[in-house]
C-alpha cells in the first residue's frame, strides 16, 4: 500500500518527514540506528487495514535533513519530534499507539514518560538501554571501539565488531532511501548507547509499556536490557517473530503479533484476525 498521505514537518534544527497509510486509531512506528521510514513499508501496509499508521525518517536519516551541520543526537530531541509529530497528525485530544525498535525504543520510551496522556500504548521492541547491564562497560567499550575503528579504517571493519550486538551475525540489508550508515556511526552510536530513561518516571507509567523482544535475538546482547526492564517493572516480555528486525523479515506475522498486544491495552477493541506469511 502505498502512503495515503506524506510530508514534511518543521521542527527544532531539523525537518521531518512523514508517511500516512491506512484509517483507524493512530500508530506510530519509530525505527531505530540508521533506518528511514522505508524499513516499516511491508509493516505498515499490513497494519494500515485498521490502523492509521505513521512511519518517519528520524531527524538527520534521509529525507528528515538538519538545519545546520550534523551533531551528535539526543533521545531527548528525537522523543519532541515524535510528540510534535503526534500533535500534527492526531486529535488534539487522542491518544496513539507507538511501537519503537532499537534506539526507536528508546525513543518511544522517553516520549512516553514525558507525555504519557498522549499514549495509549508503547511497545518498546529490544531498546538497546546497555548501561543497566552488570558488565555495561565492556560493551560501551566496545561500541566506542566501534566508532574509532570506522574514523581509523573505514566502513566495513566496523560493522564487523558491530556484530557483537546481534551474536556474532552480520546486520541484515534493510530496505532505506538512503544510506545512513555515517551519520549512524558518528553521530548516534555513543550517546543513544549511553542513554538511559528516567527508571523513577518510567516506573510511573509502566502500565503503558510492553517490553518486546525477538524469538531469534533471545540470546542476543540487544535482548538483555529489555530483559531486565521488564523484570524490574514486574512484566514480561512479549516475543513477535524474527529477531531483533523480524518486523522487516515476517511484516504479515510480526504485525499480526503486534494487533495482538495492542488489543490488549484498556479500552482497545480488538481487531480482526489476519492471514500471515509464515516464519518466525
Excluded at 108 to 134: F, G, K, M, N
Excluded at 148 to 176: I, N, S, V, W
Aim: glycine fraction near 10%; hydrophobic fraction near 40%.
Amino acid at each position: 500500500m502505498s502512503p495515503l498521505d506524506s510530508g514534511t514537518l518543521a521542527v527544532r534544527g531539523a525537518k521531518i518527514y512523514f508517511e500516512v497509510r491506512g484509517e483507524g486509531p493512530l500508530l506510530l512506528l519509530i525505527g531505530g540506528g540508521n533506518s528511514d521510514a522505508a524499513v516499516y513499508k511491508r509493516l505498515a501496509a499490513v497494519l494500515a487495514s485498521d490502523h492509521r499508521v505513521v512511519t518517519c525518517d528520524p531527524r538527520g536519516n534521509s529525507r528528515s535533513v538538519l538545519d545546520g551541520p550534523p551533531v551528535d543526537q539526543r533521545v531527548e530531541e528525537h522523543a519532541d519530534d515524535a510528540y510534535r509529530l503526534i500533535r500534527h497528525l492526531a486529535g488534539p485530544m487522542e491518544p496513539v499507539y507507538v511501537f519503537g525498535s532499537c534506539s526507536g525504543g528508546l525513543i518511544a520510551l522517553e516520549l512516553t514518560i514525558r507525555h504519557p496522556d498522549r499514549i495509549r500504548l508503547t511497545v518498546a521492541h529490544e531498546p538497546p538501554v546497555l548501561s543497566i547491564l552488570p558488565d555495561a562497560e565492556r560493551h560501551l567499550a566496545l561500541l566506542d571501539d566501534v566508532c574509532e575503528t570506522y574514523l581509523r579504517e573505514g566502513m566495513a571493519p566496523a560493522l564487523t565488531k558491530l556484530q557483537a550486538l546481534h551474536g556474532g551475525r552480520p546486520a541484515p540489508a534493510l530496505p532505506e532511501v538512503h544510506n545512513n550508515t555515517d551519520f549512524f556511526l558518528t553521530h548516534f552510536v555513543r550517546p543513544f548507547t549511553r542513554f538511559v530513561p528516567d527508571l523513577a518516571a518510567l516506573g510511573e507509567v509502566a502500565h503503558k509499556v510492553v517490553w518486546a523482544g525477538g524469538h531469534a535475538s533471545r540470546e542476543d546482547l540487544v535482548h538483555r536490557p529489555t530483559l531486565l526492564l521488564a523484570e524490574r517493572f514486574g512484566r514480561e516480555v512479549e516475543l513477535f517473530p524474527g529477531g531483533h528486525v523480524g518486523y522487516a523479515r515476517y511484516p504479515a506475522d510480526f504485525a499480526e503479533r503486534l494487533v495482538e498486544v495492542l488489543a490488549a491495552a484498556p479500552g482497545t477493541v480488538g481487531s480482526p484476525q489476519r492471514t500471515t506469511d509464515g516464519g518466525t
